[in-house]
């Protein structure tokens, strides 16, 4: 008898212990299943629902009307939070995963992660949760937003606050701002300002950032006054570099987006110049006229992309106006503007009307970009050939997915956020309307969807495999054309990823090319690299040797 009492406990001691380790996976589970609908407008898709597990809330997400799309609402905060407000804060990890920041654009921000492994978006943690724990919230205190893209840097997701914006001396009565980080092995979100001096690390409200990942250093820049940040990771010690010396007194806006070149100057805009300026350690700021911008209503970058092998970035203003900065070469080109004649996709200003953008997202191939517009009677995800110049509507935002039924959704974010398997992600929400609504997070898969909406042929798969001393890569469909092909070979000695371009010819269904011609090493691997374009990798992607 007391064995067998012993055997059950046992087994239900076991069994106890792989429930835990269940809700421990991605942070939860779907115990609780409250109807996440209790507090979002009732313009939300009534049957999305979201977890909530251990305090950590989750949402598991909802398929979209097309092959290759999916939304997920970001859930409400173990405190209270419901973010109404995503500001360009969208960014990926190298495993895929895809990390977004939400808002109530008012008393706090957090940072979300959609886990690849699980396709759950999870909450990762909050501004004030951090800063409580660092004891670095001070009564009163308030995260209004999160402004900047989520950026990767050796297993931390970082992030930096801003809690005032408007073009005045308002934000003296602002604390200031924090860096934040998210340690993905430790499952922590930490309040990086509480070991500098007074608990912040500026004044201002940090509204870009990027990261010189050769140093080690985070760079942010300010607003309403344009200091430029230097965050030494390693020293964990913010510098204030200071103001542009020939910029003019008062306060404006400055750019969402910053860039380096390979020499680790760093270029951004602010207001008062339409044109590039920048700053190079060692040297300081710098005006470069030569490098104009054309936008009308707005003279700053608002968004970036870089090519996957990180040689060139594409860049655009609010308007739609696309310039092409060489990392390399250091040169400045306009490619041209996106825009369209659907009059309803427009915004109206007194001066006129303007096509807004605050999305942008480049195909692996670097051939087209994708985006929304912003602030109009009707919003659409489009399509620009960096080739041609042409724009192309490719669907109504609301033909996507059921969750987007609300005219308070008028503004779309996100730039350099794709994934391993070829998609791009976007936020969706509605900045400065009456009526809050929950940020969404849209992940579309343009090759599936533009086969879905007719305007390519046939889904082209693209496989790897290997045959003697040579890599066989072949597609499915139709061969009556050459197909471009990206490999990616990751070196297992340094983890250094190199980009390689092969050719199946047009009459050939594959093509067989030498280890030795694509520089192939003992225990590298090979991948085939979704080009967003106009073909998926298939179901046998990888060859590891």
Known sequence: MK????????????ALSLFMASCALGNGSDTDNRAFTDDISSNDISSHRCSLDIGTPNDPGVNGNY???????????????????????????PNGDIYASGSDYATNSALYKLDHRTDILWYVGDA??????AGNWLPGETVEKFHCRPIYYKGRIYLASADYSPEDAGYLEQRGFHWYAYDIKDNNFIDLSASEPEGISGRV?????????DNGILYGIGQPVPYLYAYNIAKKVTTNLGVPPFAPEGYYTCSRYLWLDKYQAVYFTIKPFNYICSYTPGRGFDQIPEWPTLNQFSTNIRNGVWS???KYHFLADYEGHVYKFSVDDITWDYIGQASTTESDHYKHFPLGDAFRIRSMS?????????????????????????????TIRLCYREELDGIYQNTNYNDHAGHNAWDLDGNFYFSSFGYNMPEKVTVTLTRVNPVKLKVALGLLPELVKVN????????VISRTGSTSQAQEVILSIESKYNNKIVY?????????????????????????????????????????DELNF
């Open 3 to 14: 064995k067998r009492k012993a055997c059950i406990l046992f087994f239900l001691a076991c």
């Open 67 to 93: 092959p290759g799309v999916k939304t997920w609402l970001m859930p409400i905060t173990p405190n209270g939070l419901r973010c109404t407000h995503n500001n360009y804060s969208i960014g990926g990890s």
């Open 128 to 133: 004030k949760s951090a800063s409580e724990r």
């Open 205 to 213: 409200s940090i509204m870009a950032t990027e990261i010189d990942e």
């Open 308 to 310: 996957i092998d990180k």
């Open 362 to 390: 480049l195909s692996a191939d670097g051939r087209k970009i994708y985006f929304l517009n912003d602030e109009a009677a009707r919003y659409s995800l489009f399509e620009f050939d960096v080739e041609t110049q042409a």
């Open 464 to 471: 790897i495999g290997a045959l003697g001393n040579k890599v």
């Open 500 to 540: 390689k371009k092969v050719i199946i010819p047009a009459g050939s269904s594959s093509v067989k090319i030498s280890i030795k011609e694509l520089s192939i090493n003992k225990k590298d691997k090979v991948k085939v690299v979704p080009n967003g374009n106009n073909y998926i990798a298939g179901e046998h």
